[in-house]
């Protein structure tokens, strides 16, 4: 099993960034995906999530009407589409697999990818 992210890099502040995460190696459409992002002396915290079936999304608060998170089972892909970048969202961001429904908490996830440094600027 294996989750590949790719896409960060260095925004300014009010930029955009796409965030893509590639799975292999087991049933893709069987897994609720998530994002997931840790900033420096931080905790892991939930960012977005997408059910199996890519019908409903769920965003935290702090990035409601600025991050959408989409899904591709041709590509066996999740994304993260990523508007109005604030200096705040400077993390490292984690693509998550879990088997079934969706959850907010990193502790119930299968899979994880090693994760995109995401860097926003003044």
């Known amino acids: 099993v294996q989750l590949q992210a790719s896409g960060g890099g260095l925004v300014q502040a009010g930029g955009s960034l796409r965030l893509s995460c590639a799975a292999s190696g087991y049933n893709f459409g069987g897994y609720g995906m998530a994002w997931f992002r840790q900033a420096p002396g931080k905790e892991r915290e939930f960012v977005a999530r997408i059910s199996r079936s890519g019908g409903s999304t769920y965003n935290t608060d702090s990035v409601k009407g600025r991050f959408t998170i989409t899904r591709d089972s041709a590509k066996n892909s999740v994304y993260l589409q990523m508007n109005s970048l604030k200096v705040e969202d400077t993390a490292v961001y984690y693509c998550?697999?879990?088997w079934g429904s969706g959850s907010n908490f990193p502790n119930a996830y299968d899979y994880w990818g090693q994760g995109t440094l995401v860097t926003v600027s003044s």
């Open positions: 998550a697999a879990r």
